[in-house]
């Protein structure tokens, strides 16, 4: 484990004291599901921009390339698309069916988000229970909830009350009974940029021993784009030219990332894996520095780039590299250029020209989320020791002083200085809003991940678990191939592994517990028939198989192992969306579709329907719909009466033989 004074980085400054680590993260965004699939786009070089489906609305209707404004069209049908974001795992979070099609995708997708960020971070849920971990979610949109509105008043329903966006923070707080602030922030563009400094804030103030910092976009309506069109801020081609004369606006892109924040002393007191480390951060607003509310000012983001670097103790010339804000913007990129170059520019080596790159280039720009997904980015690129090429950037655009600044757009990937010397670099993130942000960060340690010592023989258990069965079998599957060689584990020391999935997962119903001496002897026995007898840790296993809780820190003894990346939770997903039904085999039983839709957990005939889920805001959606099923009059009072699934059955009998 590092020692507290082996900085990340190797450097130490007055600012070291209130760093933050950045100790787990996990996104979802157009061509990634998570950030290891982030980086091999970015690897390659891949715009994952697509033409919009028309799920989301019909771009042939309303897609002109010659728009102009008062036509009421698009100018672009490009943009950047997360896939399924109708797939929820509904029964892992306690939902019914009903509860989760009702549910905005912006909060499902995010309850799915978080809990990867928390198994990245090593954050055992039940273990955070009760704390004051803090929620910042980034959010401008709220499409799900307006589509539903205007369908008019009659369509109007208790359950909507769901969907407002204060509910984005709140959700997370709730599911994982966290304690501390919860706060959603819209400040435009820049929201989950912002949404990081506020977590960095309460951790640094003591107020919160654990952060999330969170960004969600979905779009679902088309008035946006329109809006955009008319203000000129839509790109025709659908991508995002950052830094290029041809710059005409920006993509649109789905985004949900979420990162798992923690004070860098604590992290590193605690074991934990810092992917890099916050140094410090700032926020302003433009004030009345420019004509307009909505037109950017150079001379707002000048101080807040100064403001951050003050922060963060950080000369700016020691910068390395800055993920820029990069839309595309014909107006808005030659004044970022502009102030980069000229804060950061300040005394550096000519032969040291600071990179900027924008992932917008290859996602599009994701709005309220945009800054969680060059925060994403940019912690990808100091674990790898490199900065991808930033797309698109055929033709230099001539407002900017290419020649007088010291700064360079990538047009392949640039190596980042090795572990010689601490590596620096920043995120930008400005608002319509009038709000910059600006985020340091350094490089963590790039020992903490290196391969484990030579195997030493000796037995450990593996312990894995789900919710389901059959998500077990999906994981029990994931840790063979994890497992084998070629396997990403196949570098981490096994008592490392296996000290990871059984002090930093949470523990879940379904389990199985392996055996082994080697990776290969885990493999086989995850791959085969598990046979624990006999052999030492035997009784540990088989008390672990009975769902007993086990002291694992015993088991391992006085020397904690490393945490290291494991295979990620196997979400049981299903479509949900208003509307939709899907047959199931229910033969005409009234009870088992009102169990189906309605019920959050599983139940039998002495069940109560309070403990299944069913409370008295769930009844009076049920009588309407038993209304409407059966076309028949129900008593509300007689339903509110029932109290178990036994009596559901027999009371939905008697209405069905009413209603023939």
């Known amino acids: 484990m590092n020692r507290p004074d082996d900085r990340p980085g190797g450097v130490r400054s007055a600012a070291d004291d209130r760093s933050v680590a950045v100790i787990g993260m996990a996104c979802r965004l157009p061509g990634a599901t998570d950030p290891e699939e982030l980086w091999a786009l970015l690897r390659d070089g891949e715009d994952v921009t697509a033409e919009t489906p028309g799920e989301r609305y019909d771009v042939d209707s309303l897609h002109s390339p010659e728009a102009e404004p008062g036509q009421g069209r698009i100018a672009g049908r490009r943009a950047g698309y997360i896939g399924d974001i109708a797939g929820f795992d509904a029964e892992f979070f306690g939902m019914s069916a009903t509860e989760a099609a009702e549910l905005d995708p912006q909060q499902r997708l995010l309850l799915m988000t978080a809990w990867e960020a928390l198994e990245d971070a090593g954050q055992r849920p039940d273990r955070l229970a009760g704390t004051r971990t803090a929620v910042y979610v980034g959010n401008a949109r709220a499409d799900f909830l307006e589509l539903a509105l205007r369908q008019g008043p009659e369509a109007v329903t208790a359950a909507q009350l769901n969907n407002f966006r204060s509910l ?10 966290f304690r501390g602030p919860s706060v959603v922030v819209d400040t435009a563009c820049s929201s989950s940029l912002v949404a990081a400094h506020q977590a960095v804030r309460s951790l640094r103030s003591g107020e919160s021993p654990l952060a999330l910092a969170a960004g969600v976009s979905i779009a679902l309506r088309p008035d946006e784009s329109l809006v955009l069109t008319h203000a000129g801020g839509m790109a025709r081609d659908g991508r995002s030219k950052f830094g290029d004369a041809r710059a005409d606006g920006y993509a649109p892109s789905d985004a949900v990332g979420v990162v798992v924040l923690k004070r860098l002393a604590d992290a590193l007191a605690d074991g934990d894996r810092v992917r890099a480390v916050i140094r410090g951060s700032a926020v302003g607003n433009d004030g009345r520095t420019s004509e307009a509310v909505l037109n950017p000012s150079l001379e707002g983001q000048l101080d807040v780039l100064r403001w951050a670097y003050e922060d963060a103790g950080v000369d700016p010339a020691d910068v390395d590299f800055v993920e820029a804000h990069g839309s595309g913007s014909p107006l808005l990129d030659p004044l970022e250029l502009t102030a980069l170059g000229e804060v950061l520019g300040a005394g550096r080596p000519a032969d040291r020209p600071l ?27 100091l674990e790898h020791g490199e900065v991808p090429a930033s797309l698109h950037l055929d033709t230099p655009h001539p407002d900017v002083d290419w020649d007088g600044l010291p700064l360079t757009v990538p047009s392949k990937p640039q190596p980042l200085p090795g572990p010689g010397r601490p590596v620096v670099a920043g995120v930008c993130g400005q608002g319509a809003s009038a709000l910059n942000a600006h985020v340091v960060l350094g490089r963590a340690d790039l020992g903490s991940d290196a391969a484990g010592p030579a195997p030493d023989g000796a037995p450990y258990v593996l312990a894995i678990s789900a919710h389901t069965p059959q998500a077990l079998a999906e994981l029990t599957r994931s840790y ?44 086989a026995a995850l791959t085969g028939t598990p046979a624990v007898g006999g052999r030492p840790l035997t009784a540990v296993a088989e008390r672990y198989l009975r769902g007993e809780d086990v002291q694992w820190e015993t088991v391992f003894g006085d020397e904690p192992g490393r945490h290291v990346p494991l295979p990620r939770y196997p979400w ?80 939905t009998r008697a209405l069905e033989a009413v209603a023939r």
């Open 480 to 523: 063979a191939g994890y497992l084998r060689p070629g396997g990403a584990g196949a570098s981490y020391a096994l008592r490392d592994i296996c000290f990871t999935a059984a002090t930093r997962r949470h523990h879940h119903e379904h389990r199985t517990a392996v055996i082994g001496c080697s990776h290969e002897e885990l493999a």
């Open 355 to 381: 990179l900027v790159g924008s992932v917008k280039t290859n996602i599009g720009h994701a709005e309220a989320a945009g800054g969680m997904a060059g925060l994403i980015k940019t912690v990808l690129c």
């Open 572 to 651: 049981q997903t299903r479509r949900y969306w208003p509307g939709e039904e899907h047959p199931h085999e229910d033969d005409g039983d009234l009870a088992a579709w009102v169990l189906r839709e309605h019920a959050r957990t599983g139940f039998d005939d002495a069940s109560t329907l309070t403990d299944i889920g069913i409370d008295s805001l769930a009844k009076l959606r049920i009588v309407v719909e038993l209304v409407k099923r059966c076309e028949a009059e129900v008593d509300p009072e007689e339903f509110g009466r029932l109290r178990t699934v036994g009596e559901l059955r027999q009371w």
């Open 168 to 177: 984005l923070p709140a959700r997370l707080s709730h599911f994982f009974d």
